[in-house]
């Protein structure tokens, strides 16, 4: 039923420069695979196929990932490594991207309404890709989106973070409906230490309902001198409904150096080795 996912990826990554002076941080690889691949394919999953991606200046390769390469198809066509484009190609061919450029970064919110033209007048998700999620059946976007069905009101993935991290994110706090869902009733972006009212941070998965729009466009600046998309959250929880959602799966962190090396050591064992060796078996099956 939710059929695009917003991507906001003008940030500048600065926390691994030099790596990203030229090349957009979406695009670092966990194994062989560009952070926003994994994004883009966790949606796919959860049955979006309309992929809206906020860029920047120096981010054309994104936009390049994400279409054909006649010359390598044409070099490698037939070869052993054709292969190595399948999941690519897949993905290429069941979304479809747009792309606009948002000029000024002025926060998450900010960048959020600069999709609003992508977007249009219908409920969306926003992934931010930095945040790697897997979960080995059902995607975090997925769980979100059958949630959605039945609740239709804006939701936010959460996880319970220690004490001294709730600085780094947005933090909620709410009602518990069930073991792993609250009816949001506030909301903070970065608290001040010893200031958050839970230890619940909101990571980066949302699904939006389209009033969100309007209400960005009345929310002030604020943490940072930004317009936080967390600020807008609570003003449509105030006056609606907002849910937080306990997600089931892992998150790493990989705006992080730590936390991007935790994601490469977690997805090469779990994913690149399991798939390489499920790959080799059916090439022995076929020969057989
Ligand atoms: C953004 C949001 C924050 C959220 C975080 C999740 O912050 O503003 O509320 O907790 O993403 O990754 P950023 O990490 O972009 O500073």
């Known amino acids: 039923m939710i059929k695009k996912c917003l991507f906001p990826a003008a940030g500048y990554g600065t926390r691994f420069l030099p790596a990203t002076k030229s090349m957009p ?11 926003i691949e994994y994004g883009v394919e966790e949606a ?4 979006m196929n309309g992929m809206c991606i906020v860029t920047g200046r120096g981010k054309n390769t994104l936009m390049d990932h994400f279409d054909k390469n006649y010359e390598l198809e044409h070099q490698i ?15 290429i061919d069941s979304a479809h991207f747009t792309y606009i450029r948002q000029g000024e970064m002025k926060g998450l919110g900010h960048a959020i309404l600069v999709g609003r033209e992508l977007v249009g007048n219908e409920p969306f998700a926003v992934v931010l890709a930095d945040d790697l999620c897997v979960n080995e059946d059902q995607g975090v976007l997925a769980q979100m989106a059958a949630l959605y069905k039945q609740f239709r009101c804006s939701i936010v993935a959460v ?15 709410g009602q518990m409906i069930r073991d792993d869902l609250f009816r949001v009733d506030n909301m903070v972006e970065k608290p001040e230490p010893g200031t958050a009212p839970s230890n619940l ?36 929880a105030q006056s609606g409904c907002v849910l937080a959602y306990k997600f089931k799966g892992k998150r790493f962190d990989c705006g992080s150096v730590d936390g991007y090396i935790e994601a490469t050591n977690y997805c090469y064992e779990n994913i690149y ?7 080799l078996a059916q090439q022995q099956t076929s020969k057989k």
């Open 44 to 47: 796919i999953q959860a049955g």
């Open 201 to 236: 941070a909101i990571i980066g998965r949302y699904i939006l309902t389209p009033d969100i729009f309007d209400i960005i466009e009345d929310t002030e600046p604020g943490k940072g001198g930004e317009i936080q998309i967390t600020d807008a959250l609570l003003k449509q």
């Open 273 to 279: 080795k399991k798939d390489q060796a499920s790959k």
């Open 77 to 91: 066509s037939g070869t052993n490594k054709e292969e190595l484009l399948f999941d690519i190609r897949r993905v």
């Open 159 to 173: 996880e319970e973070v220690p004490a001294e991290d709730t600085h780094k994110y947005g933090v909620i706090a």
């Open 25 to 35: 941080k979406e695009m670092m690889p966990i194994v062989n695979k560009p952070l």
